[in-house]
């Protein structure tokens, strides 16, 4: 009797619930995508296509006549040259083609003392972030899992870690210039960094 009971009030309640349901969904959904929509991917891509509309044409910005699943395997070939296993390489080649993606970030070991390194595939801007370089554990790291706690004075912590480490990659460009005997080499150094900061002018203003 009482499952009879709480069958007619659940049947009685089903449009109210299914109601609340679709509500939850649809604002998880909407948050979802203001997030997307917020990320330094997204703000990126519309910064480089404005770019592109105002003559700033980058390789990436070339037609390309392949197919999707072409695509994807040019991207997935990138991953796997970089170390990425190919169960990993090739889901996540499939979701950047997709998406549309015009910039993609992934961990990589890099023998060299770069930072990060660029390559241009398939309409996408991949950025591979060196992680055997220290900058990787002291900065990129450190601002990824940053939020992983509910510990104030940690967080507080490790923004102030993040804080330094960005001082310290910051000095270290400016030590470059620093060594740099006058001429040729150091004028492409301080125009390097006026072109960057250029651009990151315009990826900062996207909003």
């Known amino acids: ?5 709480v069958k007619q009030l659940i049947a009685s309640n089903l449009s109210a619930i299914r109601a609340v349901i679709k509500s ?39 037609l390309d006549a392949s197919t999707p699943a072409e695509k994807a395997k040019q991207i997935a070939n990138t991953l796997e040259d970089a170390g ?5 390489a090739k889901p996540i ?4 083609v997709t998406s549309q993606a015009k910039f993609f970030f992934y961990d990589v070991e890099i023998p060299t003392p770069e930072i990060f390194s660029v390559r ?17 554990e ?20 490790r923004l102030n870690q993040s804080y330094e480490g960005l001082k310290l990659l910051l000095e270290s460009w400016a030590r470059y210039e620093d060594e740099l005997t006058d001429g040729r080499r150091k004028e492409q150094a301080q125009l390097a960094r006026l072109d960057w900061g250029r651009v990151a002018r315009d990826f ?4």
Not at 47 to 59: D, K, T
Not at 84 to 88: F, G, S
Not at 93 to 96: I, K, L, P, Q, T
Not at 204 to 207: D, G, I
Request: charged share 35%; proline share 3%; hydrophobic share 35%.
């Open 24 to 62: 939850h969904m649809a604002r998880t959904e909407k948050k979802r995508r203001h997030e997307d929509a917020n990320s330094a991917e997204s703000r990126g891509k519309t910064a480089a296509e404005q770019r592109e509309r105002e003559g700033n044409v980058g390789r990436s910005d070339a």
């Open 1 to 5: 009797m009482i499952l009879v009971r």
């Open 120 to 136: 241009i595939k398939a309409g996408t801007i991949l950025i591979g972030l060196n992680t055997t370089h220290p900058a990787f």
């Open 204 to 207: 900062f203003r996207n909003e």
């Open 84 to 88: 990425l296993p190919e169960d990993e």
């Open 138 to 157: 002291h900065l990129v790291s450190l601002l990824r899992h940053g939020d992983e706690t509910d510990d104030v004075p940690t967080l507080k912590m």
């Open 93 to 96: 080649s499939d979701a950047v």
